[in-house]
């Protein structure tokens, strides 16, 4: 059975930067899109970046425009996001998801679209 886990949470102060990794194992990440969201304490998951299962096509939420870089390893099978001059307001439980329907040209920043999830990796911006 297909599992995606989540890695390279932590707590770090402002201004720092944190790459958290999302691997695969059980099957292979390269026919679909992936998508990281996150969900703070009393707020709704918010979708934070993906990118399409041909790596052409990238999204970032307005508020992290800039600072988060999303990238693939196929050969590790490993989707990254790579945040930096991460604010207090980063902080949240980010999870990385699959779109197995999404077509390879796009991907989506609506959670309701993925279809798998992992368990999710702590991040802590202190001020």
């Known amino acids: 059975e297909g599992q995606l886990v989540e890695s390279g949470g932590g707590l770090v102060q402002a201004g720092g930067s944190l790459t958290l990794s999302c691997a695969a194992s059980?099957?292979?990440?390269?026919?679909?899109?992936v998508g990281w969201f996150r969900q703070a304490p009393g707020k709704e998951r918010e979708g934070v970046s993906c990118?399409?299962?041909?790596?052409?096509?990238?999204y970032y939420a307005d508020s992290v425009k800039g600072r988060f870089t999303i990238s693939r390893d196929k050969g590790q099978n490993t989707v990254y996001l790579q945040m930096s001059s991460l604010k207090p307001e980063d902080t949240a439980i980010y999870y990385c998801?699959?779109?197995?329907?999404?077509?390879?040209?796009?991907?989506?920043?609506?959670?309701?679209?993925?279809?798998?999830w992992g368990q999710g990796t702590q991040v802590t911006v202190s001020s």
């Open positions: 059980g099957f292979t990440f390269d026919d679909y899109a």
């Open positions: 998801a699959v779109d197995a329907m999404a077509p390879y040209y796009n991907c989506s920043a609506d959670g309701s679209q993925y279809d798998y």
């Open positions: 990118i399409s299962s041909n790596d052409r096509s990238t």
